[in-house]
Protein backbone atom coordinates (compact mmCIF):
# COMPACT_ATOMS: atom_id res chain seq x y z
CA UNK A 1 0.00 0.00 0.00
CA UNK A 2 2.17 2.79 -0.47
CA UNK A 3 1.20 6.00 0.09
CA UNK A 4 0.60 8.90 -1.85
CA UNK A 5 3.25 11.58 -3.48
CA UNK A 6 5.26 13.20 -0.49
CA UNK A 7 5.11 16.50 0.51
CA UNK A 8 7.76 18.86 -0.89
CA UNK A 9 7.82 20.54 2.93
CA UNK A 10 7.65 17.32 5.02
CA UNK A 11 10.98 16.71 7.19
CA UNK A 12 13.48 14.86 6.35
CA UNK A 13 13.92 11.11 8.05
CA UNK A 14 16.29 10.12 10.42
CA UNK A 15 19.56 8.37 8.79
CA UNK A 16 19.92 9.55 5.49
CA UNK A 17 16.29 10.55 5.19
CA UNK A 18 14.80 6.97 3.65
CA UNK A 19 12.15 7.32 6.38
CA UNK A 20 9.17 7.81 5.88
CA UNK A 21 8.00 7.86 9.62
CA UNK A 22 9.75 7.15 13.00
CA UNK A 23 8.28 4.57 14.75
CA UNK A 24 8.17 3.36 18.42
CA UNK A 25 6.29 0.72 19.90
CA UNK A 26 3.83 1.42 22.90
CA UNK A 27 3.07 -0.72 25.91
CA UNK A 28 2.19 -3.74 24.11
CA UNK A 29 5.00 -2.91 22.09
CA UNK A 30 2.57 -2.77 18.84
CA UNK A 31 4.54 -1.30 15.82
CA UNK A 32 3.09 2.40 14.95
CA UNK A 33 4.39 5.52 13.94
CA UNK A 34 5.01 8.25 16.78
CA UNK A 35 7.06 11.63 16.82
CA UNK A 36 9.03 13.09 19.74
CA UNK A 37 6.30 14.20 22.07
CA UNK A 38 2.98 12.39 20.46
CA UNK A 39 1.58 9.88 22.79
CA UNK A 40 1.22 6.45 22.08
CA UNK A 41 -2.17 4.78 20.98
CA UNK A 42 -3.80 2.73 23.20
CA UNK A 43 -2.92 -0.84 22.13
CA UNK A 44 -5.56 -2.26 24.79
CA UNK A 45 -8.64 -0.91 23.24
CA UNK A 46 -11.14 -2.67 21.92
CA UNK A 47 -11.81 -4.42 18.51
CA UNK A 48 -13.10 -1.73 16.10
CA UNK A 49 -16.96 -1.25 15.61
CA UNK A 50 -17.70 2.24 16.12
CA UNK A 51 -18.37 1.83 20.15
CA UNK A 52 -16.54 4.98 20.67
CA UNK A 53 -19.02 6.54 18.22
CA UNK A 54 -21.53 9.14 19.58
CA UNK A 55 -24.23 9.48 16.60
CA UNK A 56 -26.50 6.51 16.86
CA UNK A 57 -27.39 6.66 13.13
CA UNK A 58 -30.36 6.75 11.43
CA UNK A 59 -33.40 5.31 9.60
CA UNK A 60 -32.09 3.25 6.54
CA UNK A 61 -33.72 3.50 3.34
CA UNK A 62 -33.10 2.90 -0.33
CA UNK A 63 -31.39 6.51 -0.40
CA UNK A 64 -29.58 5.57 3.07
CA UNK A 65 -28.69 2.27 3.00
CA UNK A 66 -26.15 2.77 5.68
CA UNK A 67 -28.47 4.32 8.34
CA UNK A 68 -26.63 7.63 8.64
CA UNK A 69 -27.89 10.20 10.63
CA UNK A 70 -28.58 13.17 8.36
CA UNK A 71 -27.80 15.72 10.81
CA UNK A 72 -24.83 13.95 12.66
CA UNK A 73 -21.73 16.27 12.14
CA UNK A 74 -18.78 14.61 9.96
CA UNK A 75 -15.36 15.70 9.92
CA UNK A 76 -12.68 15.00 6.94
CA UNK A 77 -9.06 15.21 7.05
CA UNK A 78 -7.18 14.85 4.28
CA UNK A 79 -3.41 14.57 3.19
CA UNK A 80 -2.46 17.89 1.50
CA UNK A 81 0.36 16.24 -0.42
CA UNK A 82 0.32 15.69 -4.05
CA UNK A 83 -2.86 15.64 -4.65
CA UNK A 84 -3.97 18.96 -2.94
CA UNK A 85 -7.34 18.54 -0.63
CA UNK A 86 -8.93 20.36 -3.23
CA UNK A 87 -11.00 17.69 -4.32
CA UNK A 88 -12.62 17.21 -0.95
CA UNK A 89 -13.73 20.61 -1.09
CA UNK A 90 -14.88 21.22 -4.59
CA UNK A 91 -16.53 17.80 -4.98
CA UNK A 92 -16.70 15.54 -1.89
CA UNK A 93 -17.81 17.62 0.39
CA UNK A 94 -20.51 19.04 -1.82
CA UNK A 95 -21.85 15.40 -2.64
CA UNK A 96 -21.85 14.52 1.03
CA UNK A 97 -23.56 17.92 1.41
CA UNK A 98 -25.91 17.33 -0.91
CA UNK A 99 -27.37 14.25 0.32
CA UNK A 100 -27.32 15.35 3.74
CA UNK A 101 -27.99 18.98 4.04
CA UNK A 102 -28.30 19.94 7.81
CA UNK A 103 -24.80 17.59 8.24
CA UNK A 104 -21.99 20.25 9.21
CA UNK A 105 -19.40 18.98 7.15
CA UNK A 106 -15.82 20.11 8.27
CA UNK A 107 -13.02 19.73 6.08
CA UNK A 108 -9.18 20.17 6.63
CA UNK A 109 -6.31 19.67 4.80
CA UNK A 110 -3.38 18.90 6.44
CA UNK A 111 0.35 17.23 6.10
CA UNK A 112 1.92 16.22 8.94
CA UNK A 113 -0.63 13.31 9.79
CA UNK A 114 0.31 11.58 12.76
CA UNK A 115 1.98 14.72 14.67
CA UNK A 116 -1.44 16.09 14.22
CA UNK A 117 -4.01 13.04 14.45
CA UNK A 118 -2.15 10.97 17.00
CA UNK A 119 -3.08 13.20 20.22
CA UNK A 120 -6.60 13.34 18.55
CA UNK A 121 -7.17 9.51 18.59
CA UNK A 122 -5.27 8.79 22.27
CA UNK A 123 -7.69 10.84 23.43
CA UNK A 124 -10.61 9.33 22.08
CA UNK A 125 -11.68 12.76 19.75
CA UNK A 126 -10.76 11.09 16.01
CA UNK A 127 -11.81 12.80 13.03
CA UNK A 128 -14.41 10.46 11.12
CA UNK A 129 -12.26 10.23 8.17
CA UNK A 130 -8.89 10.06 7.38
CA UNK A 131 -6.46 9.83 4.11
CA UNK A 132 -3.64 8.21 5.77
CA UNK A 133 -1.06 8.82 3.66
CA UNK A 134 2.49 10.70 3.23
CA UNK A 135 5.53 10.88 4.85
CA UNK A 136 3.83 10.75 8.59
CA UNK A 137 1.15 8.07 7.38
CA UNK A 138 -0.24 6.19 11.01
CA UNK A 139 0.75 2.65 11.13
CA UNK A 140 -2.13 0.97 9.97
CA UNK A 141 -1.49 -2.22 11.91
CA UNK A 142 -1.65 -0.15 15.02
CA UNK A 143 -4.41 1.25 14.30
CA UNK A 144 -6.41 -1.75 13.94
CA UNK A 145 -4.71 -3.52 17.02
CA UNK A 146 -5.74 -0.76 18.79
CA UNK A 147 -9.59 -1.23 18.01
CA UNK A 148 -9.40 2.44 15.99
CA UNK A 149 -10.17 0.96 12.23
CA UNK A 150 -14.09 1.15 11.20
CA UNK A 151 -14.70 -2.34 9.32
CA UNK A 152 -15.95 -1.49 5.82
CA UNK A 153 -17.45 -4.10 5.30
CA UNK A 154 -21.08 -2.17 5.61
CA UNK A 155 -20.08 -0.03 2.40
CA UNK A 156 -18.94 -2.67 0.13
CA UNK A 157 -21.96 -4.59 0.59
CA UNK A 158 -24.29 -0.83 0.70
CA UNK A 159 -26.06 -0.60 -2.86
CA UNK A 160 -23.76 1.56 -5.27
CA UNK A 161 -25.07 5.51 -5.38
CA UNK A 162 -25.23 5.60 -9.44
CA UNK A 163 -26.74 1.94 -9.75
CA UNK A 164 -28.19 0.35 -6.76
CA UNK A 165 -28.88 -2.60 -8.56
CA UNK A 166 -25.05 -3.70 -8.25
CA UNK A 167 -23.00 -3.54 -5.09
CA UNK A 168 -20.38 -0.88 -3.97
CA UNK A 169 -18.19 -3.66 -4.32
CA UNK A 170 -19.10 -4.33 -7.93
CA UNK A 171 -18.37 -1.03 -9.07
CA UNK A 172 -14.56 -0.83 -7.58
CA UNK A 173 -11.40 -1.95 -9.19
CA UNK A 174 -11.03 -5.34 -8.94
CA UNK A 175 -8.72 -6.31 -5.87
CA UNK A 176 -8.77 -3.08 -4.06
CA UNK A 177 -10.82 -4.58 -1.46
CA UNK A 178 -8.60 -7.20 -0.90
CA UNK A 179 -5.54 -4.53 -0.69
CA UNK A 180 -6.97 -3.36 2.08
CA UNK A 181 -7.69 -6.12 4.24
CA UNK A 182 -6.01 -6.81 7.25
CA UNK A 183 -6.54 -10.55 9.18
CA UNK A 184 -8.98 -10.44 6.59
CA UNK A 185 -11.31 -7.78 7.41
CA UNK A 186 -11.61 -4.26 5.47
CA UNK A 187 -10.40 -1.50 7.26
CA UNK A 188 -8.82 0.59 4.40
CA UNK A 189 -10.28 2.09 1.34
CA UNK A 190 -7.57 2.64 -1.14
CA UNK A 191 -9.52 5.67 -3.57
CA UNK A 192 -6.65 5.79 -6.24
CA UNK A 193 -5.95 3.54 -9.08
CA UNK A 194 -1.86 3.86 -9.26
CA UNK A 195 0.33 2.27 -11.55
CA UNK A 196 4.46 2.64 -11.49
CA UNK A 197 7.26 2.69 -14.12
CA UNK A 198 10.19 4.91 -15.13
CA UNK A 199 8.83 8.12 -16.03
CA UNK A 200 10.82 10.65 -19.52
CA UNK A 201 10.12 13.29 -21.38
CA UNK A 202 8.20 12.24 -24.54
CA UNK A 203 9.23 15.16 -26.63
CA UNK A 204 13.15 14.83 -25.94
CA UNK A 205 13.28 11.42 -26.93
CA UNK A 206 11.41 11.85 -29.79
CA UNK A 207 14.34 14.57 -30.83
CA UNK A 208 17.02 12.37 -29.95
CA UNK A 209 15.41 9.43 -31.67
CA UNK A 210 15.45 6.92 -28.41
CA UNK A 211 12.75 4.57 -27.95
CA UNK A 212 11.33 2.95 -24.48
CA UNK A 213 13.28 -0.10 -23.59
CA UNK A 214 11.89 -3.18 -23.34
CA UNK A 215 14.90 -5.76 -22.23
CA UNK A 216 18.24 -5.03 -19.94
CA UNK A 217 20.68 -4.89 -22.76
CA UNK A 218 18.18 -2.26 -24.34
CA UNK A 219 17.83 -0.27 -21.41
CA UNK A 220 22.08 0.17 -20.51
CA UNK A 221 22.47 0.80 -24.14
CA UNK A 222 19.67 3.79 -24.01
CA UNK A 223 20.87 4.98 -20.82
CA UNK A 224 24.96 5.46 -22.40
CA UNK A 225 23.36 7.32 -25.52
CA UNK A 226 21.84 9.45 -22.76
CA UNK A 227 24.98 9.58 -20.78
CA UNK A 228 26.52 10.55 -24.02
CA UNK A 229 24.15 13.45 -24.87
CA UNK A 230 25.10 15.18 -21.42
CA UNK A 231 22.10 13.94 -19.41
CA UNK A 232 22.37 12.46 -16.33
CA UNK A 233 20.98 9.09 -17.28
CA UNK A 234 18.88 7.59 -14.32
CA UNK A 235 18.35 8.93 -10.48
CA UNK A 236 15.88 9.02 -7.80
CA UNK A 237 15.90 11.34 -4.61
CA UNK A 238 17.50 9.49 -1.62
CA UNK A 239 16.58 12.18 0.72
CA UNK A 240 12.58 11.14 1.00
CA UNK A 241 11.42 8.71 -2.29
CA UNK A 242 13.94 5.68 -1.96
CA UNK A 243 10.52 3.76 -2.23
CA UNK A 244 10.10 5.14 -5.26
CA UNK A 245 13.20 2.96 -6.94
CA UNK A 246 12.75 0.24 -3.90
CA UNK A 247 9.48 -0.64 -5.71
CA UNK A 248 11.66 -0.79 -9.03
CA UNK A 249 13.68 -3.53 -7.63
CA UNK A 250 10.85 -5.12 -6.32
CA UNK A 251 9.38 -4.87 -9.82
CA UNK A 252 12.27 -6.21 -11.27
CA UNK A 253 12.52 -9.15 -8.93
CA UNK A 254 8.67 -10.19 -9.47
CA UNK A 255 9.00 -10.04 -13.40
CA UNK A 256 12.08 -12.66 -12.90
CA UNK A 257 10.69 -15.01 -10.33
CA UNK A 258 7.30 -14.58 -10.72
CA UNK A 259 4.40 -12.35 -8.37
CA UNK A 260 5.04 -14.93 -5.31
CA UNK A 261 8.05 -13.03 -4.57
CA UNK A 262 6.22 -10.02 -3.18
CA UNK A 263 3.62 -12.00 -1.54
CA UNK A 264 6.41 -14.16 0.37
CA UNK A 265 8.20 -10.91 1.53
CA UNK A 266 4.61 -9.72 2.82
CA UNK A 267 4.23 -12.90 4.53
CA UNK A 268 7.90 -13.21 6.43
CA UNK A 269 8.22 -16.54 4.95
CA UNK A 270 12.19 -17.47 5.48
CA UNK A 271 14.88 -16.57 2.93
CA UNK A 272 12.36 -14.10 1.08
CA UNK A 273 14.43 -11.60 0.49
CA UNK A 274 17.88 -13.43 -0.36
CA UNK A 275 15.40 -15.32 -3.27
CA UNK A 276 17.61 -15.61 -6.17
CA UNK A 277 15.35 -13.16 -8.12
CA UNK A 278 15.25 -10.09 -5.63
CA UNK A 279 19.58 -10.49 -5.19
CA UNK A 280 19.90 -10.61 -8.96
CA UNK A 281 17.34 -7.45 -9.36
CA UNK A 282 19.75 -5.83 -6.90
CA UNK A 283 22.82 -6.60 -8.55
CA UNK A 284 21.21 -5.45 -11.77
CA UNK A 285 20.35 -2.11 -10.40
CA UNK A 286 23.18 -1.82 -7.98
CA UNK A 287 25.25 -1.70 -11.45
CA UNK A 288 22.86 0.85 -12.33
CA UNK A 289 23.39 3.38 -9.83
CA UNK A 290 27.53 2.60 -9.87
CA UNK A 291 27.27 4.03 -13.97
CA UNK A 292 24.40 6.39 -14.85
CA UNK A 293 23.59 8.44 -11.60
CA UNK A 294 24.64 11.29 -9.93
CA UNK A 295 25.15 10.58 -6.44
CA UNK A 296 24.37 13.93 -4.99
CA UNK A 297 20.34 12.88 -5.67
CA UNK A 298 21.27 11.19 -2.28
CA UNK A 299 20.72 14.52 -0.43
CA UNK A 300 17.94 15.45 -2.60
CA UNK A 301 14.02 15.81 -2.15
CA UNK A 302 11.98 14.22 -4.71
CA UNK A 303 10.59 17.80 -6.17
CA UNK A 304 14.60 19.18 -6.65
CA UNK A 305 14.81 15.66 -8.53
CA UNK A 306 11.59 16.30 -10.30
CA UNK A 307 12.30 19.49 -11.67
CA UNK A 308 15.66 18.47 -13.03
CA UNK A 309 13.56 15.93 -15.31
CA UNK A 310 11.80 18.93 -16.14
CA UNK A 311 14.54 20.64 -16.89
CA UNK A 312 16.12 17.73 -18.97
CA UNK A 313 18.94 17.34 -16.55
CA UNK A 314 17.48 14.00 -15.86
CA UNK A 315 16.11 10.99 -18.17
CA UNK A 316 14.18 8.73 -16.34
CA UNK A 317 12.32 8.80 -13.43
CA UNK A 318 10.78 6.04 -11.26
CA UNK A 319 7.73 7.08 -9.81
CA UNK A 320 3.73 6.46 -9.44
CA UNK A 321 1.25 8.25 -12.23
CA UNK A 322 0.53 11.26 -10.00
CA UNK A 323 4.04 12.67 -11.37
CA UNK A 324 2.48 14.79 -13.82
CA UNK A 325 -0.43 16.76 -11.98
CA UNK A 326 2.62 17.15 -9.32
CA UNK A 327 4.94 19.17 -11.33
CA UNK A 328 2.31 20.45 -13.57
CA UNK A 329 3.66 23.60 -12.06
CA UNK A 330 6.99 23.42 -13.02
CA UNK A 331 6.37 21.48 -16.24
CA UNK A 332 7.12 23.52 -19.55
CA UNK A 333 5.82 23.49 -22.88
CA UNK A 334 9.03 21.00 -24.07
CA UNK A 335 8.02 18.24 -21.80
CA UNK A 336 5.38 15.94 -22.13
CA UNK A 337 5.19 13.04 -19.64
CA UNK A 338 5.34 9.64 -20.51
CA UNK A 339 6.13 6.19 -18.74
CA UNK A 340 6.96 2.32 -19.84
CA UNK A 341 7.21 -0.62 -17.54
CA UNK A 342 10.58 -1.48 -15.93
CA UNK A 343 12.68 -3.52 -18.63
CA UNK A 344 13.01 -7.90 -18.28
CA UNK A 345 16.10 -8.49 -16.95
CA UNK A 346 16.42 -11.61 -18.68
CA UNK A 347 14.78 -13.03 -21.52
CA UNK A 348 13.13 -15.74 -19.39
CA UNK A 349 11.34 -13.48 -17.04
CA UNK A 350 8.42 -15.41 -15.84
CA UNK A 351 5.92 -12.26 -16.07
CA UNK A 352 6.39 -10.16 -19.59
CA UNK A 353 7.87 -6.64 -19.65
CA UNK A 354 4.33 -5.47 -19.72
CA UNK A 355 3.96 -6.53 -16.02
CA UNK A 356 3.49 -3.39 -13.89
CA UNK A 357 2.89 -2.46 -10.41
CA UNK A 358 -0.81 -1.22 -10.57
CA UNK A 359 -3.56 -1.46 -7.70
CA UNK A 360 -5.00 0.71 -5.31
CA UNK A 361 -3.46 3.47 -3.48
CA UNK A 362 -3.80 6.68 -1.30
CA UNK A 363 -5.34 5.12 1.41
CA UNK A 364 -8.57 6.71 3.33
CA UNK A 365 -10.04 5.21 6.76
CA UNK A 366 -12.98 5.97 9.29
CA UNK A 367 -12.42 6.26 12.77
CA UNK A 368 -14.21 3.30 14.47
CA UNK A 369 -14.28 5.85 17.76
CA UNK A 370 -15.40 8.94 16.22
CA UNK A 371 -18.70 10.56 16.01
CA UNK A 372 -20.18 9.37 12.75
CA UNK A 373 -18.17 6.61 11.52
CA UNK A 374 -21.88 5.51 9.86
CA UNK A 375 -20.94 9.11 8.15
CA UNK A 376 -17.41 8.18 7.08
CA UNK A 377 -18.64 5.20 5.47
CA UNK A 378 -21.07 6.79 3.18
CA UNK A 379 -18.66 9.63 2.53
CA UNK A 380 -16.61 6.96 0.88
CA UNK A 381 -20.15 5.93 -0.63
CA UNK A 382 -20.03 9.40 -2.66
CA UNK A 383 -16.59 9.35 -3.44
CA UNK A 384 -17.43 6.18 -5.35
CA UNK A 385 -19.77 7.80 -7.72
CA UNK A 386 -19.23 8.77 -10.92
CA UNK A 387 -19.40 12.75 -9.77
CA UNK A 388 -17.21 11.91 -7.05
CA UNK A 389 -14.89 10.16 -9.00
CA UNK A 390 -14.85 12.48 -12.36
CA UNK A 391 -14.40 15.52 -10.01
CA UNK A 392 -10.92 14.23 -8.44
CA UNK A 393 -9.47 13.35 -12.03
CA UNK A 394 -10.30 16.65 -13.28
CA UNK A 395 -8.26 18.22 -10.05
CA UNK A 396 -5.78 15.77 -9.74
CA UNK A 397 -5.14 14.43 -12.93
CA UNK A 398 -5.76 10.99 -11.08
CA UNK A 399 -7.45 8.17 -12.05
CA UNK A 400 -9.26 6.50 -9.56
CA UNK A 401 -10.56 2.74 -8.38
CA UNK A 402 -14.16 3.67 -9.66
CA UNK A 403 -14.81 1.58 -12.63
CA UNK A 404 -15.47 3.75 -16.34
CA UNK A 405 -14.98 6.54 -14.12
CA UNK A 406 -12.27 7.61 -16.87
CA UNK A 407 -15.33 7.50 -19.46
CA UNK A 408 -15.62 10.63 -20.89
CA UNK A 409 -12.61 12.46 -19.83
CA UNK A 410 -9.55 13.84 -21.64
CA UNK A 411 -6.68 12.78 -19.81
CA UNK A 412 -3.40 14.41 -20.04
CA UNK A 413 -0.47 12.69 -21.70
CA UNK A 414 1.22 11.36 -19.06
CA UNK A 415 -2.02 9.34 -17.24
CA UNK A 416 -3.10 8.82 -20.75
CA UNK A 417 0.20 6.49 -20.96
CA UNK A 418 -0.07 5.41 -17.69
CA UNK A 419 -3.52 4.04 -18.42
CA UNK A 420 -2.23 2.36 -21.30
CA UNK A 421 0.27 0.66 -19.56
CA UNK A 422 -1.93 -1.04 -17.05
CA UNK A 423 -4.56 -2.31 -20.38
CA UNK A 424 -1.45 -4.05 -21.75
CA UNK A 425 -0.91 -5.03 -18.75
CA UNK A 426 -4.24 -7.24 -18.42
CA UNK A 427 -3.43 -9.46 -15.50
CA UNK A 428 -0.17 -9.56 -15.31
CA UNK A 429 -0.30 -6.41 -12.13
CA UNK A 430 0.85 -7.40 -9.12
CA UNK A 431 1.55 -5.41 -5.24
CA UNK A 432 3.09 -5.46 -1.87
CA UNK A 433 1.61 -4.31 1.41
CA UNK A 434 4.57 -4.94 3.57
CA UNK A 435 5.78 -1.26 3.97
CA UNK A 436 1.71 -0.66 4.97
CA UNK A 437 2.43 -3.63 7.31
CA UNK A 438 5.65 -3.44 9.21
CA UNK A 439 7.38 0.04 9.03
CA UNK A 440 10.30 -1.25 10.68
CA UNK A 441 10.72 -2.83 7.11
CA UNK A 442 9.57 -0.11 5.00
CA UNK A 443 12.36 1.80 7.11
CA UNK A 444 15.12 -0.81 6.74
CA UNK A 445 14.21 -0.77 3.01
CA UNK A 446 14.28 2.27 1.76
CA UNK A 447 17.82 3.01 3.92
CA UNK A 448 19.32 -0.07 2.03
CA UNK A 449 18.34 0.91 -1.18
CA UNK A 450 19.91 4.09 -0.70
CA UNK A 451 22.92 2.47 0.06
CA UNK A 452 22.85 0.12 -2.83
CA UNK A 453 22.04 2.66 -5.56
CA UNK A 454 24.07 5.64 -4.22
CA UNK A 455 26.52 4.17 -1.72
CA UNK A 456 28.45 1.92 -3.51
CA UNK A 457 26.52 -1.43 -1.80
CA UNK A 458 26.52 -4.75 -3.05
CA UNK A 459 24.03 -7.13 -3.60
CA UNK A 460 24.97 -9.61 -1.12
CA UNK A 461 24.65 -6.87 1.26
CA UNK A 462 21.55 -5.87 0.34
CA UNK A 463 19.52 -9.28 0.41
CA UNK A 464 21.28 -10.02 3.59
CA UNK A 465 20.36 -6.77 5.42
CA UNK A 466 16.86 -6.59 4.08
CA UNK A 467 16.33 -10.86 5.66
CA UNK A 468 17.97 -9.77 9.13
CA UNK A 469 15.34 -7.50 9.38
CA UNK A 470 12.24 -9.56 8.21
CA UNK A 471 13.77 -12.15 10.15
CA UNK A 472 13.78 -10.00 13.45
CA UNK A 473 10.58 -8.82 12.81
CA UNK A 474 9.11 -12.21 12.30
CA UNK A 475 10.72 -13.52 15.63
CA UNK A 476 9.22 -10.37 17.52
CA UNK A 477 6.32 -11.66 18.96
CA UNK A 478 5.29 -8.18 19.91
CA UNK A 479 4.98 -7.07 16.39
CA UNK A 480 1.25 -8.26 14.90
CA UNK A 481 1.71 -10.09 11.98
CA UNK A 482 -0.36 -10.12 8.82
CA UNK A 483 -0.89 -12.70 6.10
CA UNK A 484 -2.41 -12.52 2.49
Known amino acids: MPSSPENPNSPLGIGTGTSRRTLLRNAAAVSLVALPGAALLDACATSSGGGGST????????????????????????????????????????IYKKAFPEADVKESGIQKIATTLQPRYNGGTPPDVVDNSGTEQMDFGALSSAGQLQDLTDLWNAPSVDDPKKKVSDVVQVGMIDQGKLDGKSY??????????????????????WTPPTTWDDFTATLDKIKAAGITPYGYAGANASYYQYLVILTSAAKLGGADILKNIDNLEDGAWTNDAVHKSAEAWAAIGAKYTDKSFLGLKHTEVQLKQNQDKLALYPSGNWLENEQKTNTPATFEYAMFPVPSLTSSDKLPVTAVWAGAGEPFIVSAKGKNPKGGMEYFRRMLTKEGAQGFTKLTGSLTVLQGASEGLSLPPGMTSSAKAQTAAGANTFYYNFDGWYKDLDTELRAATNELFYGGGTADKFVTRMQAKADAIKKDSSIKKFKR
Open 188 to 209: IFNYVSTVYGIWYNAKLWASKG
Open 55 to 94: SGGGTKSAENPLGVDPKAPLEVVIFAGGYGDEYAKQVHVP
